[in-house]
T-cell receptor, first 117, second 112 residues
Framework: DGGITQSPKYLFRKEGQNVTLSCEQN?????MYWYRQDPGQGLRLIYY???????QKGDIAEGYSVSREKKESFPLTVTSAQKNPTAFYLC??????FGQGVNTEAFFGQGTRLTVV | QKEVEQNSGPLSVPEGAIASLNCTYS??????FFWYRQYSGKSPELIMS????GDKEDGRFTAQLNKASQYVSLLIRDSQPSDSATYLC????????????FGKGTLLTVNP
């Protein structure tokens, strides 16, 4: 089945720890995205990537890092510099129509709930 | 900063009524617009995409796009209690930027 897989579903982080959230897609999508959602809030963009080895900072990139070594994978590391990391993290992917400025529909993984303990 | 704004909720409608959800965007170059539904504790699921001015219908859902007014709306006809969820509007940034930005969402409650 094609789709986006995020793991783990739940993650607990101790103070000062770095943790990495996994996102894998087998939809052959070009673009991948990481969003953060806090209770009662919309989705805020952390990082996004169009092609392998290239990514852009979103609106709230501080304290986060990403890599895009493979088209299928876009892991997010929450570093110790992120002072308030407790949130619901969502990964998404879509096709990107080069030269037309058009995204096709983005599909989401099931999310990872990160809690600081 | 390019933004997507949604009308503040929550929105409450009786079962069988039409629910109207609105969204404005600031980037005139945006070309792709989406409506997502998100149930509490779950990830967003796509309802509609729209790329051209006018209306697009899919079952009980109709998306409307007016690029001149930078306005996108979603109408839900014959609303059902199962439609109770948060609805998120999204738009990409124009030109070569594939950034996909979401609004804060509107919570819809359909009362039986």
């Amino acid at each position: 089945d094609g789709g986006i897989t995020q793991s783990p579903k739940y993650l607990f982080r101790k103070e000062g720890q770095n943790v990495t959230l996994s996102c894998e897609q087998n939809l052959n999508h070009d673009a991948m995205y990481w969003y953060r959602q806090d209770p009662g809030q919309g989705l805020r963009l952390i990082y996004y990537s169009q092609i392998v080895n290239d990514f852009q900072k979103g609106d709230i990139a501080e304290g986060y890092s990403v890599s895009r070594e493979k088209k299928e994978s876009f892991p997010l590391t929450v570093t110790s510099a992120q002072k308030n990391p407790t949130a619901f993290y969502l990964c998404a992917s879509s096709f990107w129509a080069f030269g037309q400025g058009v995204n096709t529909e983005a599909f989401f993984g099931q999310g990872t709930r990160l809690t600081v303990v | 900063q390019k933004e997507v704004e949604q009308n503040s909720g929550p929105l409450s409608v009786p079962e069988g009524a039409i629910a109207s959800l609105n969204c404005t965007y600031s980037d005139r170059g945006s070309q792709s617009f989406f409506w997502y539904r998100q149930y509490s504790g779950k990830s967003p699921e796509l309802i509609m995409s729209i790329y051209s001015n006018g209306d697009k219908e899919d079952g009980r859902f109709t998306a409307q796009l007016n690029k001149a007014s930078q306005y996108v709306s979603l109408l839900i006809r014959d609303s059902q209690p199962s439609d109770s969820a948060t609805y998120l509007c999204a738009a990409n940034s124009g030109g070569s930027n594939y950034k996909l930005t979401f609004g804060k969402g509107t919570l819809l409650t359909v009362n039986p």
